[in-house]
Nanobody, 127 residues
Framework: QVDLVESGGGSVQAGGSLRLSCAASGYTDFRYCMGWFRQAPGKEREGVAVIYTGGGGPYYADSVKGRFTITQDDAWNSVHLQMNSLKSEDAAMYYC????????????????????WGQGTQVAVSS
């Protein structure tokens, strides 16, 4: 079991930036597909970006490419999501997720393929 704790959410005006962080503990090794999903009210949870802590990826949703960047720190136990040029449609609860496998271009978008989740951090974007 991996414990995930998100931080960095908040409220920002459209066009602004936020940086989300996810701290992980309880790893058995450092080879995890980790990243971010989001869910807005009335909508399904969707994949935003993931990275393989063993070296690989990242993968991004088309809606965030060129605006969001996912990175991991050198200790491989934290991932970060830099969100720039935020839009009103980016507003959602953002969840950190992890699974002990590689990331691939298809399954990374499937939330049920991840078995470790954080509690979420809220992102609000005002226009």
């Amino acid at each position: 079991q991996v414990d995930l704790v998100e931080s960095g959410g908040g409220s920002v005006q459209a066009g602004g930036s936020l940086r989300l962080s996810c701290a992980a503990s309880g790893y058995t090794d450092f080879r995890y597909c980790m990243g971010w999903f989001r869910q807005a009210p009335g909508k399904e949870r969707e994949g935003v970006a993931v990275i393989y802590t063993g070296g690989g990826g990242p993968y991004y949703a088309d809606s965030v490419k060129g605006r969001f960047t996912i990175t991991q720190d050198d200790a491989w136990n934290s991932v970060h999501l830099q969100m720039n040029s935020l839009k009103s449609e980016d507003a959602a609860m953002y969840y950190c997720a992890a699974r002990r496998s590689n990331c691939d271009s298809v399954s990374w978008k499937i939330d049920t393929s991840f078995n470790n989740w954080g509690q979420g951090t809220q992102v609000a974007v005002s226009s």
